[in-house]
Each structure stands twice: as C-alpha cells, then as structure tokens.
C-alpha cells in the first residue's frame, strides 16, 4: 500500500517562511493535496494538484511537487496559520491517502 | 455557497450498524463524486469510502470494506454511509466531503461524531 510521510511538527517564527514536506514513493508523479484543520474545525483545502490554490486561499500558501517529495510553503507565516496539515494523493491500489499529519506553530 | 451537513452519528455497542447521512446544497450534487472522511480523535484522517457522480462506482479502505455500504440518492441530494459489524476502532468523527479536481476534497462537512463502546 502506498505511504505519505509528513514530520510530526514544524515551527516558524512569525512573518517567517514555513516548508513542510511530504515523503512518498516517486510522488512528483503524483497529484498531491493539501489540506489546513484548525482545532475543532473541519479541513479545508489549502493547494490542489500540487500547486494550485483554491478561490479563498492566501498568494502566501505554495506548492511544488517533485522525485520523493512534495513541499507545501507558508510564506510570511502568521499565527492564523498555526494548524494540522495533511497531504494526500490518489493511489491506483490504496485508493486516497493521507499523510499523518504535521502540526505547525507560530512563534 | 457548498454546504455539507452531516447526521446520524452516536453510540453504538460493537457489532452494531448505524447509517450516517449527509444532507448536500449549493452545488449540482448528481455532477460530482463524493466521499467520506473519519478522524479519530486526537489522530489523523482516513479515507474511507467514496462514490462516482452517477453512484455506479463505489470505493472503499481495506479496514471498511465487507462491513460499510456508501451509496447516494441523486434525487435528493443525498450521501449515505451505512455501516455494519462495527468496532472500537471504527469510533470516529465521520465528514463527508464533495470530490473536486484530480482527487482533491474541496468542501467538507463539519462532521458527525460515531462513537462504537459497550
């Protein structure tokens, strides 16, 4: 079955620029998903298809997507930023996955 | 504006069924996939099941299938997850969520909370 690594958690000090990753078996190959959960809210999609952002979302959140990894950037990091994110891919086996998740903080 | 309004959830004993709803407006429903989504809480998201436009196609987690139903009733703009031989590990917050482009979740439910405990 295919597998999304994220690390656990990822800091940044505010106004500062934020990267977290997305491990996965040649991803670049992949269309990859990225979603934004706040406490107590449901997710919301943040970047799709790797680097494309919905109607709604900040110019500061970007994507790139490439060999093993996938990067999803905060640039100019503020503390409504702070939250869970979640990559996820559509795989021909597993069918959608998601990565496990990373928890960002603001300083 | 996509709203997703889910219903159904609550305690159940293990080995018992529930079937969840999920009540869609603002958007053409029978012209998009659909799925459902669960988190423990605390821990991550998980796929679970989802469904093609027409309802012809249907997909589920290995950890799900044999024991969960989707399906939908275009008619009324309506998402149904009925779930059977239910089990501690299955006690999860249920979103049900419209597919968008290439694979994506682009509109969420705000959940419902599915709780399996003696």
């Known amino acids: 079955s295919y597998e999304l690594t994220q690390p656990l958690s990822v800091s940044v000090a505010l106004g500062q620029t934020a990267s977290i990753t997305c491990g996965g078996n040649?991803?670049?190959?992949?269309?990859v998903h990225w979603y934004q959960q706040k406490p107590g809210q449901a997710p919301v999609l943040v970047i799709y298809s790797d680097y494309n952002r919905p109607s709604g979302i900040p110019e500061r959140f970007s994507g790139s997507n490439s060999g093993n990894t996938a990067t999803l950037t905060i640039s100019g990091a503020q503390a409504g930023d702070e939250a869970d994110y979640y990559c996820q891919v559509w795989d021909s086996s597993t069918r959608r996955v998601f990565g496990g998740g990373t928890k960002l903080t603001v300083l | 504006e996509v709203q997703l309004l889910e219903s159904g959830g609550g305690l159940v004993q293990p080995g018992g069924s529930l079937r969840l709803s999920c009540a869609a407006s603002?958007?053409?429903?029978?012209?998009?996939?659909m799925s459902w989504v669960r988190q423990t809480p605390g821990k991550g998201l998980e796929w679970v099941t989802g469904?093609?436009?027409?309802?012809?196609?249907?997909y589920y987690a290995d950890s799900v299938k044999g024991r969960f139903t989707i399906s939908r009733d275009n008619s009324k703009n309506s998402l149904y997850l009925q779930m059977n031989s239910l089990r501690v590990e299955d006690t999860a917050l249920y979103y049900c969520?419209?597919?968008?482009?290439?694979?994506?979740?682009?509109?969420w439910g705000q959940g419902t909370l599915v709780t399996v405990s003696s």
């Open positions: 603002g958007f053409t429903f029978s012209a998009y996939a």
């Open positions: 469904i093609s436009d027409s309802g012809g196609k249907t």
């Open positions: 040649q991803i670049g190959s992949k269309n």
């Open positions: 969520a419209k597919d968008g482009s290439s694979s994506a979740l682009d509109s």
